[in-house]
T-cell receptor, first 109, second 113 residues
C-alpha cells in the first residue's frame, strides 16, 4: 500500500501557484519524497524529490516539514498544461515506486 | 537525448496467447522498471532489472516475466493472457540501481479479447 495520503482533487486558476499537499506520517529516516505527474494517457513524469531539505528545480519547489511527516509541491505559475494527476511517493531508492491514487489537479483559465 | 521508447505502442491479443513487450532505456541508463496501469488498480510495480539481473519484483503471478540484455534493453513477457491483463504497460529507466528518479516511456496499450 502507498505510504502517502493526498487529496483526491484540486483546482487552481491559471497563472496562480498550485500547492499540492501530501501526508507521509510513517516515513522512515532513509526514505525520500518523490513527486511525479501523469498527463492523461502518457507515462508518468518525474518532477522533483527530496530527503529533508526544501528543493527547487525548473519545474517546481518541494517543501518538506521539519518532522518530515508532510510535504507540499508548489507549481509557481500553473498553466493549463499542468493539468494532470500528481503522485507523491515515499521511497528508499529501491527502484520500486509505489503509486497511490494521487491528486487530480485541474488548472482552469 | 532520446527518451525511453517502447514497442509496440498498441497490441491486441486473445485470451491464452502470449505477448512480448520491448523497452529501450535512455542512453546510459542501466536500470529498467516495468509497471502495469489499469483503471481499477492504478499503477502497479511489476519488476526492476539492473545489470541483467532482476533486483526487485512486485506481486504479480509467474505468467509475468522479464529480462534485460547487456545493452540494457528490456523485454517483458506475459504468457497465457487473461482478460484482466488488458492494461497500459509502462517501462521506466534510471541511471543506476538505487535511485527512484525514473523516466517513463509512453507505454504499450495491451488489449486482451
Amino acid at each position: 500500500d502507498a505510504k502517502t495520503t493526498q487529496p483526491t482533487s484540486m483546482d487552481c486558476a491559471e497563472g496562480r501557484a498550485a500547492n499540492l499537499p501530501c501526508n507521509h506520517s510513517t516515513i522512515s529516516g532513509n526514505e525520500y519524497v518523490y513527486w511525479y505527474r501523469q498527463i492523461h494517457s502518457q507515462g508518468p513524469q518525474y518532477i522533483i524529490h527530496g530527503l529533508k531539505n526544501n528543493e527547487t528545480n525548473e519545474m517546481a519547489s518541494l517543501i518538506i516539514t521539519e518532522d518530515r511527516k508532510s510535504s507540499t509541491l508548489i507549481l509557481p505559475h500553473a498553466t493549463l498544461r499542468d493539468t494532470a494527476v500528481y503522485y507523491c511517493i515515499v521511497s528508499s531508492n529501491t527502484g520500486k515506486l509505489i503509486f497511490g491514487q494521487g491528486t487530480t489537479l485541474q488548472v482552469k483559465p | 537525448k532520446a527518451g525511453v521508447t517502447q514497442t509496440p505502442r498498441y497490441l491486441i491479443k486473445t485470451r491464452g496467447q502470449q505477448v512480448t513487450l520491448s523497452c529501450s532505456p535512455i542512453s546510459g541508463h542501466r536500470s529498467v522498471s516495468w509497471y502495469q496501469q489499469t483503471p481499477g488498480q492504478g499503477l502497479q510495480f511489476l519488476f526492476e532489472y539492473f545489470s541483467e539481473t532482476q533486483r526487485n519484483k512486485g506481486n504479480f503471478p509467474g505468467r509475468f516475466s522479464g529480462r534485460q540484455f547487456s545493452n540494457s534493453r528490456s523485454e517483458m513477457n506475459v504468457s497465457t493472457l487473461e482478460l484482466g491483463d488488458s492494461a497500459l504497460y509502462l517501462c521506466a529507466s534510471s541511471l543506476a540501481w538505487g535511485t527512484d528518479t525514473q523516466y517513463f516511456g509512453p507505454g504499450t496499450r495491451l488489449t486482451v479479447l
